[in-house]
């Protein structure tokens, strides 16, 4: 199940514009990866690209409902044709702005998406806590994977919002990684060693970077932005810890080089 789901434990500190920037640098070695929006309280990137809501998450879960059957291979199909392409190629399902047009969509995607043979990279946004009786599709979604980025500034109010939140996500035993972003007041390894959660790496402070990730055009040059140089290290030692599709099609080309406009 190569899925691997992002999220932040506090007011989001950039998952979208972080994820966004790790698909769009995922590694050639591998299949080109489906950006997901599974954020419940609705997705941004429909409106940061000027794309259309359709198709897109709903149209998916739609489809994934009427399918009595759903195996990996029929759902990278249904990925493909309910994805949109951003400059670049990166193929990207929208959602819906609207918590209340998320939640049925996400109940499906939380059965499903894990079981697809491609690299699915999942947008979940900012976690909700679980009642004492019912857990949330993010964490139902989260546990099938396996696998999950929190992301975090390097500041003690939101690492102490981690520190809160780990015993809920160990107790789903997956594996935990902490993706910083921009510099705070302690280093990688002082959170590795205080939370005892490896730091898969940083993404810096690039507004540059982030604008153009976040859907603004623009003639920079990938080599020029220092959050898609980052992104592109980051990228390859998540992937490290996928399991390998069983199909896809590689590409010859970077994603982040037309995904902002360079060579």
């Known amino acids: 199940m190569p899925l691997l789901p992002l999220v932040s434990v506090k007011a989001s500190p950039g998952v979208t514009v972080s994820a966004t920037a790790i698909a769009a640098a995922w590694p050639r070695s591998r299949p080109a990866p489906y950006l997901v929006e599974c954020d419940a309280a609705g997705g941004d990137l429909a409106a940061n690209f000027g794309l259309t809501l359709d198709p897109g998450l709903v149209s998916l879960a739609v489809a994934l409902e009427r399918n009595d059957d759903v195996s990996g291979a029929s759902l990278r199909d249904l990925l493909l044709q309910h994805s949109q392409e951003l400059p670049g190629g990166l193929r990207v399902v929208v959602a819906p702005t609207s918590p209340e047009e998320m939640r049925v969509p996400l109940e499906r995607l939380a059965e499903d998406l894990p079981r697809a043979d491609c690299d699915v990279i999942a947008d979940c946004g900012r976690l909700q806590m679980p009642s004492p009786h019912e857990t949330t599709p993010a964490l139902r ?111 010859d080309e970077p994603r982040v080089a037309s995904l902002v406009g360079g060579t």
């Open 141 to 251: 979604l989260i546990q099938r994977a396996g696998f999950v980025v929190v992301v975090t500034r390097p500041v003690l109010a939101e690492l102490q919002h981690v520190h809160v939140w780990l015993p809920v996500l160990t107790a789903l035993r997956v594996q935990v990684l902490l993706l910083l972003t921009p510099k705070g007041q302690y280093s990688a390894e002082e959170i590795s060693a205080t939370l005892g959660v490896r730091v898969i790496g940083s993404l810096p402070h690039d507004t540059l970077g982030a604008s153009m990730v976040a859907g603004a055009g623009g003639p920079l040059l990938p080599r020029r932005l220092g959050l898609l140089h980052a992104a592109r290290g980051i990228a390859a030692e998540l992937a490290a810890e996928l399991p390998t599709p069983a199909t896809g099609a590689l590409v």
